[in-house]
């Protein structure tokens, strides 16, 4: 079974006290759900039409480990918790 990525590209951020209460939640919901941070940051460097924004990048054993892990109350909670602090993009990739 081949591993998947989620992937979370910020595009802007307009509340820090709501990130970091979402941060402080969705860590360990994503990590309990058997989800692995391998990078978060801002890029450290853009090419093409890419843009200086956070992204994080957590992998998981499968797709559907990745999209209940999204599902769970403590993600749902976490979400709750970022309200309207961040407009971003979340994906769900699998690996090759």
């Known amino acids: 079974m081949a591993?998947?990525?989620?992937?979370s590209a910020y595009r802007s951020i307009s509340d820090l006290d709501k990130l970091a209460a979402y941060a402080k939640?969705?860590?360990p919901a994503i990590q309990a759900a058997g989800g692995r941070f391998l990078?978060?940051?801002?890029a450290a460097k853009t090419y093409e039409n890419g843009m200086m924004q956070r992204t994080t990048?957590?992998?998981?054993?499968?797709v559907e480990q990745a999209i209940a892990a999204?599902?769970?109350p403590g993600y749902q909670a976490a979400l709750a918790?970022?309200?309207d602090g961040a407009d971003r993009d979340i994906r769900i990739?699998?690996?090759v």
């Open 70 to 72: 999204h599902d769970t």
């Open 81 to 83: 918790a970022l309200g």
């Open 25 to 27: 939640l969705a860590a």
């Open 57 to 62: 990048l957590i992998e998981f054993d499968s």
């Open 3 to 7: 591993k998947a990525y989620w992937i």
């Open 93 to 95: 990739v699998e690996g």
């Open 39 to 42: 990078a978060r940051g801002v």
